[in-house]
Structures are given as C-alpha cells and as structure tokens.
C-alpha cells in the first residue's frame, strides 16, 4: 500500500499537515483447522492475510482522544480526564478496549488522534476486531516507547476484547495477528501458548476465502454461549479424568466415557472440540508430509464436525462449503472463525480457480439468494510499522 493516499485521508479528517502521522499495519488472519478449541486450551492453525487495518496516528497536545475510521460512520471524541466507557456495538470498542488496557499498567496517555483504515470485510470472520486491537497495541507501543513484548500486546488485546468488548474469546486471533509470518501457518498450543512455524507451500493450489455476507446478527452472544457450554461440559468429565480443560482429554478417553454427559447437546460439543484437536495435530502432519489431499479431507471433516456437533455453521456457510466441495479441483473446503455466517476458506487447484469462484458463487446466490464475495489469499506477515 502506498501511504500517501493514508495520509491525505488523515489530513482531510485531522487537518493540520504539519504535523506527520506514523503510520501502521495489523493483517486479518484466517484459520485453516482448530475451530473452536483455542478457548478450551486446545491447538490451531491460523496464517496472517495480505489484507487488514492501517492506523495513521499521532500525539497531539490537546488532552483528547480523538477516533475516526474510513470504513465505519460513527466519529468519536473522549476527553482524557474522562473514563473510557463501552459505546453498544460499536467499532471504538476495539481500540478503546486496548487504550484502556494501556492506563490500566500505568502506561501514561496524552492527547491522540487515530484514523483506522481497513481492506479486510468486517465482522466476517477474519478478525477484523483483533486485527484493530494489536494495530492500536503496536502503535501505542511504538509511540509511547513502552517496550511491551509483542506476547504481552496480543494478551493485552485479548483482554481487551474480553473485558471491554465482552466477547470470551480464545486468543487465536490476536496471536494469529501478531506472530503471523508470510508463507507459514502458527500452529499453536493455546494452553501453553509454545508455537511453531509451519511452512504452507502450496504448490498449484489457491487458498480462497468467500464471504458468506450473511449477516451475522447474535453472533457474540452465540459465541459466549458455546464457551460456557464447554465449560459445563468439563464440569460433567473433569472429576472423571482431573481436568480443567476439555483440550486435556484426548478422542479415545473421550469415546469411553461420553455418556457420563447426560446432556445430548453438551456431549456433541465436547465431541466437536475434542475431535477437532486431534484434527489439528493430524493436518499439521499432513504439511509437514506434503499429504495435502489429506490436508483436505480434514478441512472437509472440520466443517463437517461445526455444522453437527458444534451448530455454528447455518444455511449459508453450509450452502457455500457444500457448493465448494463438489467442484472439481477442490482439495478441502470449511467455515473459518466463529462461524453463525462470515467466511469459508478452500484450497483450490489453480486450473479451477476460475470455474470454481464463478460456479460455486452462480449455484450459492441461487441457493440463498446472496451474492458471495471470493478473495484469492496469500499468507503474509504479522502487524508492522509502515516505513515511508
Ligand atoms: C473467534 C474467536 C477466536 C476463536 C474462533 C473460533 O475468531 O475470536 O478466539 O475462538 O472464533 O475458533
């Protein structure tokens, strides 16, 4: 991205030239297997997108904080000697959130104004949220010279979400952002937070995303729902195995003993999360081993195992996998994220990419009626400073 047009865009919000911004960016990422488990202390395998945020910010001397986007309506100005307070269902949230946890560790503040500028769709499942997050961490961190280690901003961006927002989500997703390097996945292990880099080379393959654009209406509070869910279900299987995370037990103990869940709906999501960490670590292996076909064939198994035993898939997503996974040239095809609408992600022999994004969008708008957006991928590099 050039950053000229960044600056004017900054220039016509903010006025006053003189004064130049700096200017940063933090990738969306897309998960290829591991839905759901990071929450339950279990492993993932996300990569950094080409797309994402920029933040053009700067100090100013007046003691306000000033917060303005190109992709989202609402302005927003907050005076320092006042307390940040959540705004329902707004944007500022994010950044607010991250601000906040800032002052919490005595990281003094003054006068700011922030200008976000995003390519990735929002609130579709690549993590547009975590993506302005650890823009705003990285950015504060740099200005402030606060010398917080990049693991310290994607926790901090966590809670921020967590606490502000009020969504419980795992920490994929910030981890994701921050630690993403191009052409590897991060397969990481939630619990510990150990990860390694797993080289993704496709060769003659695509990774597409298609947008769904469903909308995704009760998607956090879904969203909290599963988590306490899985929590009830290590109430049901914790005493039986000393556990505190469903992540802890492995598919075999689990088989034994599932009907100690009297709950059917408890049962299938602790079989979802706990199949799923299993899928991790066999997909990992798989591109390791170059089995890529495999690789697919558990994508296809994830989805699978999200609209059956986790329910957060839904008539569109279902529709557009579905669509996707009987093209020729498809190797793998899943929803990616939280799911209830937003994104799907497939691995597309190049030959077929064309017929692939024109026939699966023709037969998805005929099944649902919307019009699907496809982004060709390229797995990129974590959150950065631009240098002019
Ligand atoms: C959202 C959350 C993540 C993770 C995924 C589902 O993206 O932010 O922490 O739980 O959903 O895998």
Not at 55 to 70: N, V
Not at 90 to 113: D, H, K, T
Not at 179 to 206: D, Q, R, W
Not at 300 to 322: I, P
């Amino acid at each position: 991205m050039v950053t000229q047009p960044l600056f004017d865009l900054f220039f016509q919000r903010y006025g006053k030239p003189e004064k130049i911004p700096q200017i940063f960016f933090a990738p969306g990422r897309v998960n290829l297997i591991g839905e759901h488990t990071d929450y339950n202390g279990g492993f993932v395998l996300p990569c950094a997108l080409q797309y994402g945020t920029y933040l053009i910010i700067r100090k100013i001397d007046e003691p306000i904080i000033r917060l303005a986007s190109t992709n989202m309506d609402l302005y927003t100005e907050i005076p320092l000697s006042e307390s940040f307070c959540q705004i329902k269902n707004q944007w500022v949230n994010y950044p607010l959130g991250v601000l906040a946890q800032f002052l919490q560790r005595n990281i003094a503040i003054g006068g700011l104004e922030l200008l976000f500028s995003g390519d990735i769709p929002n609130n579709a499942g690549l993590s547009s949220s975590a993506s302005i997050e650890m823009v705003t961490a990285y950015g504060m961190n740099s200005l402030y010279q606060s010398d917080l280690p990049m693991l310290e901003m994607i926790k901090l961006s966590q809670k921020a979400e967590n606490q502000f927002v009020g969504v419980n989500c795992g920490i994929m997703d910030q981890f994701a952002v921050g630690m993403g390097e191009k052409n590897h996945a991060i397969f990481l292990n939630c619990k510990t937070l150990e990860y390694k880099l797993v080289p993704v080379l496709l060769e003659g393959i695509s990774m597409v995303v298609a947008n769904t654009n469903k909308q995704r209406g009760l998607a956090d509070s879904k969203y909290n729902e599963r988590v306490a869910e899985c929590q009830m279900a290590v109430a049901y299987l914790g005493d039986l195995f000393d556990v505190s995370q469903l992540s802890e037990i492995s598919f075999m103990q689990f088989y034994k003993v599932q009907d100690q869940i009297p709950d059917e709906v408890i049962r299938r999501r602790a079989r979802h999360v706990i199949s799923e960490n299993q899928r991790v670590l066999n997909a990992v292996s798989c591109l390791w081993n170059n089995n890529i076909q495999e690789f697919g064939a558990l994508m296809n198994a994830s989805h699978e195992s999200l609209r059956d035993n986790y329910e957060v898939t839904g008539f569109e997503l279902d529709s557009l996998v579905d669509e996707a996974q009987k093209m020729h040239g498809v190797i793998g095809s899943r929803m990616t994220g939280a799911g209830f609408g937003g994104c799907t992600v497939s691995l597309v022999r190049n030959e077929s990419l064309n017929t692939f994004i024109e026939e699966v969008g023709e037969k998805y708008k005929a099944r649902t009626g919307l019009t699907a957006d496809f982004y060709v991928v390229e797995v990129s590099d974590g959150v950065r400073k631009i240098i002019n």
